[in-house]
């Protein structure tokens, strides 16, 4: 009798034992995307249920439940990377993939690479209303990128943290920051510009 | 003259790299521009550099492009995978769900 009172004490709310099968793999998509390790968003996604179950009494129904799930999680990530302060490791790996980019030598240094140099794009994203496709191909390349920069990227684009919380998560420097988003937002756009704005004008040297 | 002119035009992108920063510099406070206000200095930077640079004025255009894309359809992001090889494992699914049957009953 207890029992069937504390389940139904929220009209908002689904019965909690629903929402592994609901919730569990679209919580865990995103918190792997957040953090590229298994364990680790499986714990979240674990963390997130028991606070949802906690907090349920609470829950006024203004969003969905799902919705109201996500953002527990998110909270839960950031604060994941606050206590392990060191997760994105610094290193010159994390870049390698943009090195080409740029002339390495010569009275060029520093300029375009004409072969990788961006290219005439057939039409702009700001042309493309609404399509599910273009989103998805820009999912794809941001999980391509090196984990950090792709950790780093979604939550400053996606989930809209800005900078200097960034950097207070993260614990690293205004600079480092502005470098990491400049070499993610390079392998994004060569991305895109290889699997969605094929140019069709390729080399034309006139604009 | 010209002639003078014609050497002038030939090598003017070595000419602009000796007194702009590079593309690789340039990109960089492109880039800024999309998450932090920059110094008048680099804007003017900048838009000196993308008069003579057309591979920097595509890029400033195609990020910013990309960039409000992503702002706009942010919300959409997280629905956008369907992607049915990240699942969680039987086992995790058990164990919490086991732990909710737990906690729900107290």
């Keep these: 009798m207890e029992n069937s009172l504390n389940k139904n004490d929220s009209e908002h709310i689904s019965n909690p034992e629903s929402w592994v099968d609901k919730y569990g793999n679209y919580l865990y998509r995103i918190a792997i995307q957040r953090t590229k390790d298994k364990n680790l968003a499986e714990d979240l996604v674990q963390e997130t249920f028991m606070s949802a179950l906690k907090g349920r009494h609470s829950f006024q129904g203004k969003s969905s439940e799902k919705t109201w799930m996500v953002s527990i999680l998110k909270n839960k990530i950031i604060d994941n ?3 392990n302060s060191k997760y994105v490791g610094l290193d010159n790996e994390m870049f390698e993939e943009t090195f080409g980019f740029f002339q390495k030598e010569g009275a060029m240094k520093g300029n375009w690479n004409t072969e990788l140099a961006p290219q005439k794009w057939s039409d702009s994203p700001d042309d493309v209303l609404e399509s599910n496709e273009l ?3 820009l999912h794809m390349c ?3 990128m090196p984990k950090q920069l792709s950790i780093i990227f979604t939550i400053k684009e996606i989930d809209g943290l800005n900078t200097k919380e960034i950097c207070k998560e993260f614990d690293i420097s205004m600079s480092n920051l502005w470098v990491i988003l400049h070499r993610a937002r390079l392998l994004m756009r060569s ?3 290889k699997n969605w704005f094929t140019s069709t004008i390729k080399g034309q040297l006139n604009e | 003259m010209n002639k003078l002119l014609e050497l002038l035009m030939n090598n003017l ?4 790299n ?5 593309c690789d510099a340039i990109t960089l406070k492109i880039s800024r521009t999309l998450d932090n206000s920059i110094s008048l200095k680099d804007r003017l930077a900048i838009r000196f550099h993308v008069i003579f640079c057309k591979f920097c004025r595509r890029y400033e255009k195609q990020i910013s ?3 409000n894309y992503l702002l706009r359809n942010a919300s959409k992001y997280d629905d956008i995978t369907e992607d049915d090889s990240i699942q969680l494992s039987e086992d995790i699914r058990l164990k919490i769900k086991k732990r909710i049957k737990e906690e729900n009953i107290d």
């Design chain 1, 81 to 83: 990377f606050r206590i």
């Design chain 1, 135 to 137: 989103l998805k191909t």
């Design chain 1, 142 to 144: 941001i999980e391509k």
């Design chain 1, 191 to 193: 991305c895109m510009e």
């Design chain 2, 13 to 16: 992108a070595r000419i602009m």
């Design chain 2, 18 to 22: 000796k007194f702009t920063p590079s």
């Design chain 2, 65 to 67: 492009g990309l960039h």
